[in-house]
Structure formats: C-alpha cells, structure tokens
C-alpha cells in the first residue's frame, strides 16, 4: 500500500475465495503498522472460515469492518497472513481493503488558513491602488 505522510483510515477490508471444485475456505490473520510506528505490525484479527463442503462452486466472501467507526486510523500497510491452508482449500480471488487517506495539513495550507482567520477576524488586507492622474 502506496502511503502519503499521513497513512490512511481503513474502514473495512473485504475477501473473496472459491473456485470450481472448492476451494473456499479462508483462513488468515490481518495485521497493519501505521506511520508512527513503521514496521510494529498490530493485529486486526484473525479470520478462520471454512464452509461446508457441498460440491462445486463453493465461494466464500468475508468482510471485517466495525460499525462504530475506522478499523484502524494512519496506517502505512496491510498484511495478510494466510495460515494452515493448504492448496486444494483456498483460492483468494479478490482482496479489497477500503478506506480513506488522512490528511495531514500542508504548511502553504495552514498559512492560507491562517491568513483567512486574520480577514474574518477583522483584519485588514492592504491593497496597493494606483490614483488618477
């Protein structure tokens, strides 16, 4: 995952496996690290899912998120740890992770800000006029 200087809020990661004689289950744990902490991976859970066996063109779709807000906030990565899976059990064809960039104020915007404060405030702008001759 491509990061800007703030990371970015994940708001739901989603997966989808199946394939035509199977191949379903998913089984693998989630983790990120943000961008306070490069390289410290925290845990989102671990996701363990394994549907009943009931002939061809079984897929599955698993999706983590959490109404109350952001699973994570400033995150710099994603990882995926697919565990005890072995190939005749899952075939990943889809890996969506959702969210929204966190914007970090640049300085030319904070001085534009600033400078707008000033005006609503009551400051003065000075314009340079030129006078009829």
Do not use: K
Not at 14 to 39: E, F, K, N
Not at 98 to 107: A, F, K, L, M, Q
Request: proline share 3%; aromatic share 10%.
């Amino acid at each position: 995952m491509l990061s800007d200087a703030g990371g970015y809020n994940i708001s739901s990661v989603t997966t989808c496996a199946g394939w035509d004689t199977y191949r379903g289950g998913q089984r693998y744990m989630l983790q990120y690290h943000t961008v306070s902490s490069p390289g410290v991976y925290a845990s989102l859970g671990t996701v363990d899912f394994d549907e009943v066996y009931s002939g061809f063109n079984v897929n599955t779709r698993v999706i983590v998120a959490d109404d109350a807000g952001p699973l994570a906030t400033g995150v710099r990565s994603v990882r995926f740890n697919i565990v005890g899976v072995t190939a005749d059990l899952a075939a990943y064809r889809e890996i969506d992770v959702v969210g929204t960039h966190t914007s970090v104020p640049e300085p030319v915007h904070v001085g534009a800000a600033a400078l707008g404060l000033q005006v609503l405030a009551g400051g003065r702008m000075f314009v340079t006029r030129r006078r009829r001759a």
